[in-house]
């Protein structure tokens, strides 16, 4: 029966939370916080990296104690009665909190265990629970074989193991793609409407948070804002703008030129358009922001939620600026990656069935695809870390099958969790990775004084590699796969779990050395990054699905009904069958 959708699930007031280390001033994760969250609807949490949003959750779920403050969670204490919030609220931490090495079933009998699920409703509950997230064709497969888009549907029916009165969701949807995504937020929705639960979910996805019905935005650990999306929408009218550039492929210029201007919080691109929040305070004639000569049309844009995320947590993007020169013409027609006919088995299974892509030098190019698409077995063979079954493959006009180790002397990699030493400093990884791309003495020490002023790292260069926030880890990390300047870039889901900030500052790198040469291959679930790219691969099944610029693969999904789609929307249809495009140019 559904439950009360007035009652309250979830009041915190006046909360503090402290972590202290000896010899070390207090961290203060939670600062006078004071919030509430209803049954019956879903409440987003967001905020930058460090802003206190796992901090919050754990003292939800019973986990942690406050330092000062109360915490009701169900009108019971947080503190005296921890193990009843516990046993009562369902918790589904980052990284979906699986036990990789056990089968799908013997995940829901442990979390079973653990609730002190009777064993004589453990049946039903297997059957409501595996229908609702579609993995009843894979209970005996183990967790850490599942793709991303599974472990994220396990992770959330272990969490639902015992019908909970309120769920608590630490970035579920962070690695997984749109299409898993997309049905998470249909789960849970459906949840919210026929049991009449309370959700409590932090999201990185800013999109996320206009599906919510009330959002409350940390920063610092402080509570900067909360309301229904609406109210920050409303904020935001006569402050948004799309810039449309005279010709496609100045869009990535345009969007670097407009992100310099003091007067420009924000500036993205979006359907081959730049995106912009103009300071509330700016006096420009909008006209102005952009010359004649790099834009065609200016046009009022409909606010969203994160344009007011970015007005209220964002230093002008001026702040991070892109390198400004220009690739000569004729190196960045240059082909420096082609693959034909490329493929892979691991024994009875193929991973990646007759792909074929060319990539020129100076360019951007994405691989996009659902969770166990093939990307990551395709990223690794153009790396050099995974031989190839069948097919030709060259990089910086090496044949890879025949001389790995000298094409990737011209290679950089960027993993997705970073591989940086946490144990070692900021310094420390920098040399380590230094020698290990072959440099030494005078060469080394310039390349690391580059990378920490480059990268904003030379204040933060004694401190662990652990220590670091979210976003300075993605600096350093991108700083080690660039010490020995590469010609190609390889980036493995480069902003994963990276903050909105972070990823802004991340493509306006990227930009800059793309604009100095640097081939980047990137893969992101981050369909708005895709329009960074120049050309892009979306694969399905080990198979190439559609090749083409951003424009052409937007077009796929053109219709009456959505005349100007957007890259997850087409994503979504050719990963749905619900358009198909010819390898190398779409239909």
């Not at 459906?190 to 999109?207: H, K, N, P, Q």
């Not at 909008?286 to 606010?303: N, Q």
């Not at 002397?409 to 420390?428: D, I």
């Amino acid at each position: 029966m559904p439950r009360d959708k007035t009652a309250g699930v979830l009041r915190m007031h006046g909360l503090n939370k402290d972590f202290t280390v000896t010899g070390q001033p207090p961290v203060h994760a939670l600062v006078d916080v004071s919030l509430s969250v209803s049954a019956g609807r879903i409440t987003g949490l967001v905020g930058p990296d460090g802003a206190g949003k796992t901090t919050l959750l754990r003292l939800a779920a019973g986990l942690l104690r406050p330092s000062r403050g109360q915490v009701s969670v169900l009108n019971l204490d947080s503190v005296r009665q921890a193990i009843e919030i516990q046993s009562r609220v369902g918790y589904m931490p980052q990284q979906f909190g699986l036990y990789q090495d056990l089968s799908v079933q013997e995940n829901l009998d442990l979390f079973s265990d653990l609730q002190g699920v009777p064993v004589e409703i453990r049946p039903e509950r297997y059957a409501q629970l595996l229908a609702m997230t579609g993995l009843e064709p894979f209970t005996e497969r183990r967790a850490g074989k599942l793709s991303g888009g599974m472990k994220q549907k396990l992770g959330l029916a272990c969490a639902l193991i015992k019908a909970p009165q309120m769920l608590l969701l630490d970035e579920p949807t962070v690695g997984v793609d749109p299409v898993s995504r997309r049905d998470l937020w249909e789960i849970v929705a459906r949840l919210v409407e026929e049991e009449g639960i309370g959700v409590l979910v932090a999201t990185s996805y800013l999109d996320e948070a206009d599906r919510c019905q009330q959002v409350i935005v940390l920063q610092n650990g402080r509570v900067l804002a909360q309301g229904p999306p609406e109210e920050f929408r409303d904020r935001m009218r006569g402050r948004v703008y799309r810039f449309t550039p005279h010709h496609a492929r100045e869009v990535r210029a345009l969007q670097a030129m407009l992100a310099a201007r003091p007067e420009v919080l924000d500036a993205t691109i979006r359907s081959g358009r730049v995106r912009s929040v103009l300071a509330a305070d700016s006096v420009t004639p909008v006209a102005a922001l952009a010359p004649a000569a790099g834009c065609r049309e200016i046009a009022a844009g409909e606010p969203n939620f994160e344009d007011a995320f970015m007005a209220m947590t964002a230093h002008p993007t001026g702040g991070f600026l892109p390198v400004q020169s220009e690739a000569p013409p004729e190196i960045s027609r240059e082909v420096v990656v082609r693959a034909q006919n490329l493929k892979k088995v691991f024994g009875a299974f193929t991973a990646v069935s007759g792909i074929s892509f060319e990539v020129r030098r100076g360019s951007i190019f994405g691989l996009l695809g659902p969770n166990g698409a093939g990307k990551t077995t395709t990223f690794r063979m153009l790396c050099g870390l995974t031989a190839v079954t069948g097919g030709e493959i060259s990089v910086a006009g090496r044949d890879l099958r025949r001389s790995r180790s000298r094409a990737r002397a011209s290679l950089g990699y960027m993993a997705q969790a970073f591989s940086l030493y946490r144990q070692l400093s900021v310094r420390s990884n920098l040399e380590f990775y230094g020698r290990a791309y072959g440099l030494y003495g005078n060469r080394l020490a310039a390349r690391i004084d580059w990378a920490l002023d480059e990268f904003e790292l030379r204040r933060r260069q004694d401190l662990s590699a652990g220590d670091l926030p979210g976003g300075f880890k993605q600096r350093l990390a991108m700083a080690t796969a660039m010490l020995h300047e590469p010609a190609i870039l390889f980036l493995d889901e480069p902003t994963s779990g990276a903050d909105p900030l972070a990823r802004r500052e991340f493509w306006l790198r990227i930009n800059g050395f793309a604009q100095q040469g640097v081939t980047v291959i990137v893969t992101t679930h981050f369909m708005e990054e895709a329009e960074y790219c120049d050309h892009m691969m979306i694969m399905s099944q080990g198979t190439d699905l559609a090749q083409g610029t951003p424009d052409e693969i937007r077009c796929l999904a053109q219709t009456a009904e959505n005349p100007d789609p957007t890259i997850e929307d087409a994503f979504i249809a050719l990963a749905e069958g619900r358009t198909t495009a010819g390898s190398g140019v779409p239909r």
